[in-house]
């Protein structure tokens, strides 16, 4: 099974792990590193999970995190299209780096197919 996580995916397990939800959330995301790891899923990347990556002021993690590229099966690179339906999404609120986000899982969902 192919997958795609954002940035904040990457970034869960560093995150203050005394609330519940956010422990759990951990413990998910490590479950699926340990899936892609075996091989049972497969890691999908995106330009835009390296822009946003690369803006993370935490040294340690954005090495770690960009290590994860060396996973992934393909890259969904920039296109006109992607950029058009991200801009009407955030035309309708949903902020940019979460319609790019959105729109590169489509991508990966319709590449598949």
């Known amino acids: 099974m192919k997958i795609y996580l954002d940035n904040c995916c990457f970034n869960r397990p560093f995150d203050d792990q005394s609330q519940i939800r956010i422990r759990l959330e951990s413990e998910a995301k490590l479950k699926i590193q340990e899936e892609i790891r075996s091989g049972k899923f497969q890691l999908v ?3 835009i999970l390296d822009y946003e990556n690369n803006q993370n002021p935490y040294q340690e993690r954005k090495v770690r995190i960009k290590r994860w590229r060396e996973y992934a099966i393909s890259d ?3 296109t006109s299209e992607l950029i058009e ?3 009407l999404l955030n035309q309708k609120g949903i902020q940019k780096i979460d319609s790019l986000h959105r729109n590169m ?3 990966m969902i319709q590449s598949a197919l």
Do not use: P
Request: glycine share 0%; proline share 0%.
């Open 45 to 47: 990347w995106s330009y």
């Open 105 to 107: 899982s489509i991508s």
């Open 76 to 78: 969904i690179e920039e």
């Open 85 to 87: 339906t991200a801009s």
